[in-house]
């Protein structure tokens, strides 16, 4: 059974730095792209970041380039999103999701979400 | 950036009828080999989403067939051909054929 488990969030003030996890298990984890997308209270869902099953390859919104990075660990079956320089508009629940499978070089379907880990930036 | 419009943004339901959301792109969804990049998600309250629909029309495993997809360069629609209790939620379509992904406002969708 595949399994994501999100976890790292927290409160952390304005400037501060956060790393989140998400834990996979019950596929192969190098075989699947994957993103993390987040949601405000009360707002839509907005994708944050993805990054290609080997790794290689990461994309970033424009809202969080120069100070978010997604990485993972093939080895921990672990994705990853290093948050610096937080800001208020950074609060929301993260989720993190596996793209169902690929055609060429393009993703479709996030297929598992993690069940979320929530961030709130204050002072 | 794509941006990605729903209509309408909410819409209350009767069980047992059908119900329609509509999904528009700011560029067309369909690649050179003819895929539509266009994905369907419902957020049940308290929820992670769910994937109903990708590739414009494909049912995700394990989701009912009253829902289908259906659309092709920027207009789509999700239809829900009999409403259950357990089809409300926040409806949500998003384009994945070019970063940033980006999805539309939603569709809250509830039981009148």
């Known amino acids: 059974e595949v399994q994501l488990l999100d976890s790292g969030g927290g409160l952390v003030r304005p400037g501060g730095s956060l790393r989140l996890s998400c834990a996979a298990s019950?596929?192969?984890?190098?075989?699947?792209?994957m993103s993390w997308v987040r949601q405000a209270p009360g707002k839509g869902l907005e994708w944050v970041s993805a990054i290609s099953g080997d790794g290689t390859s990461t994309y970033y919104a424009d809202s969080v380039k120069g100070r978010f990075t997604i990485s993972r660990d093939i080895s921990k079956s672990t994705l990853y999103l290093q948050m610096n320089r937080l800001g208020v508009e950074d609060t929301a629940v993260y989720y993190c999701?596996?793209?169902?499978?690929?055609?060429?070089?393009?993703?479709?379907?996030?297929?598992?979400w993690g069940q979320g880990t929530p961030v709130t930036v204050s002072s | 950036e794509i941006v990605m419009t729903q209509s309408p943004l909410s819409l209350p339901v009767t069980p047992g009828e059908a119900a329609s959301i509509s999904c528009r792109s700011s560029?067309?969804?369909?690649?050179?080999?003819?895929?539509?990049?266009l994905e369907w998600y419902l957020q049940r309250p308290g929820q992670s989403p769910q994937l109903l629909i990708y590739l414009g029309s494909h049912r995700a495993s394990g989701v009912p067939d009253r829902f289908s997809g259906s659309g092709s360069g920027t207009d789509f629609t999700l239809k829900i051909s009999r409403v259950e209790a357990e089809d409300v939620g926040a409806y949500y379509c998003?384009?994945?054929?070019?970063?940033?992904?980006?999805f539309g406002p939603g569709t809250k969708v509830d039981i009148k």
């Open positions: 560029q067309s969804l369909m690649d050179s080999n003819g895929y539509h990049y």
């Open positions: 998003m384009q994945g054929l070019q970063t940033p992904f980006t």
């Open positions: 019950g596929f192969t984890f190098s075989s699947n792209a």
């Open positions: 999701a596996k793209r169902y499978s690929c055609s060429d070089e393009r993703c479709y379907g996030f297929d598992y």
